[in-house]
């Protein structure tokens, strides 16, 4: 288990204070965001700009929920319904990256993208990933309970388990229906379809389920 991970009984508390086990990606036709740790947590800011947080554990972990607190500086601007094209950004997104069979051989690396290669990467020697399982905070109520497969890969799902429709402080949780072998979390914070700025800071998050110290 990595130095400033604590572990307790069935939970464990991700270092959202330190940036030293956290691997900040770029997309290479976007903004990145500026991400900051500090002992309020980890601060994400985004001004028309995205880029994948990722958090790898040493061996799979069985989660059965998430828990996470923040705050939010502003909502986004989505011209259009969230999740669309031109409104496909979100102030919270934390994906588990599930273990599976799928890999990538010689030739698909050659011509993935960068974070799909990033993605395979995560799976321990000898396995593969299934999928980035998404639980997604939503601006608009009507838009909680759908779920979808992305339109741009087949890589990622989504679920719309969490309404944040205002800013300032937020406490979230969510109880995955079945126990999932993760062996990272993604986290997707975005405004680059949206071109909006605001701030999402993390100041905890909490997954619980079946650990080994």
């Known amino acids: 288990m990595k130095l400033n ?3 307790l009984a ?3 508390a991700l270092p959202v204070q330190y940036g030293s086990d956290w691997q900040l990606l770029k997309y290479s036709r976007l903004e990145a965001n500026e991400v900051n740790f500090s ?5 994400v800011k985004v001004d028309q700009s995205a880029s994948p ?6 061996s799979p972990k069985t989660v059965t929920r998430v828990e996470v607190s923040g705050n939010l500086s502003n909502l986004l601007d989505l011209p259009s319904t969230q999740g669309q094209k031109g409104s496909d950004d979100f102030s919270l997104k934390i994906g588990l990256v599930i273990s599976g069979d799928k890999t990538l051989n010689a030739f698909q690396r050659l011509f993935s993208a960068k974070w799909i290669r990033k993605l395979f ?3 321990p020697e000898g396995t593969g990933v299934e999928k980035i399982y998404f639980l997604n905070a939503v601006q ?6 759908r779920q979808r497969q992305h ?3 087949e ?10 429709d205002e800013s300032g402080d937020f406490s979230l949780i969510h109880d995955l229906q079945d126990p999932q072998q993760v062996i990272a979390i993604w986290l997707s914070i975005d405004g680059d379809d949206t071109r909006s700025s605001y701030t999402t800071t993390i100041k905890s998050l909490l997954l619980k389920g079946s650990f080994d110290a």
């Open 5 to 7: 991970t604590l572990v």
């Open 10 to 12: 069935g939970a464990i």
């Open 39 to 43: 002992r309020q947590g980890m601060a």
């Open 53 to 58: 947080i990722i958090y790898p554990f040493d």
């Open 121 to 123: 990467d995560l799976a």
């Open 140 to 145: 608009d109520e009507s838009l909680l309970g």
């Open 151 to 153: 339109p741009q890969s």
């Open 155 to 164: 890589l990622i799902f989504e679920n719309n388990v969490w309404l944040l």
